[in-house]
């Protein structure tokens, strides 16, 4: 796998039923998949882990026939059981080292980052890519940390190649002031899943991050 092409894509979707109004992970992967959707991270902290599999061996079918990389936040073992393309960790989850030895050379493994210290860190541990976030106040995540703002994302995008998404809080009135700051690919989850057409609003983000 060219892991620089990890994240070439612009918009890197997540799930999280709790704000999709109503409609299952299933029917919204379905309509993010129908708009274009070329990274989809399965994301639920309440589930349990027998409905996770189960929703995860789904999408990983429907991701597959679309061609979209498809990443299981936190779960390595379901990430595996599922044969998923990737797994995503955050700085108190199993450190990127561990994850290695569990998912093999070919997985890819993304961390969460909310410094420059943790940045270097992750190139050195071996991430294949970062989440640069949050970049805005989030309610999407209990456990978050205070928003980074755009001094961490540029001094990403300036100083280092590894390959980064921008998270937190960014929606379609804020996008393009976060392209213009340097995010090739940019995170969302309610502006998505809780959209009433997942289509138009895919390709309104599209739009305005093509703008900047």
């Known amino acids: 796998m060219n892991f620089q092409k990890v994240l070439d894509t ?14 299952s992970n299933i ?3 379905d309509a993010m998949l129908k708009a274009g959707i070329k990274v989809l991270q ?12 189960e929703e995860c061996l789904q999408i990983r079918a429907m991701t597959k026939q679309a061609g979209c990389k498809f990443i299981v936040n936190d779960h390595v073992d379901i990430a595996m059981l599922c044969d998923a393309d990737g797994v995503h960790v955050g700085q108190e989850d199993i450190p990127v080292q561990q994850v290695r030895q569990l998912v093999g050379m070919d997985k890819i493994i993304g961390l969460s980052t909310h410094s420059p210290e943790e940045c270097k860190q992750a190139i050195a541990a071996g991430a294949d890519y970062i989440g640069v976030g949050p ?3 989030t309610k999407t995540k209990k456990d ?5 703002g755009y001094e961490y994302l540029e ?3 300036g100083q280092h190649s590894i390959p980064h998404v921008a998270i937190g809080g960014i929606k379609l009135h804020n996008i393009q002031d976060v392209a213009k700051h340097g995010a ?3 995170a969302i989850v309610s502006e998505i899943v ?9 390709l309104a983000l599209r739009k305005a991050m093509a703008e900047k």
């Open 10 to 23: 612009d918009i890197y979707a997540l799930t999280d039923e709790g704000l999709s109004n109503g409609r």
């Open 27 to 29: 029917e919204v992967v």
């Open 42 to 53: 399965y994301r639920e902290k309440d589930k349990k882990s027998g409905a996770m599999l």
């Open 135 to 137: 970049i805005f106040a």
């Open 144 to 148: 978050v940390c205070a928003p980074v």
């Open 155 to 157: 001094y990403v995008t």
């Open 184 to 186: 090739r690919c940019c």
């Open 194 to 202: 809780g959209a009433d057409d997942i289509t138009a609003t895919v």
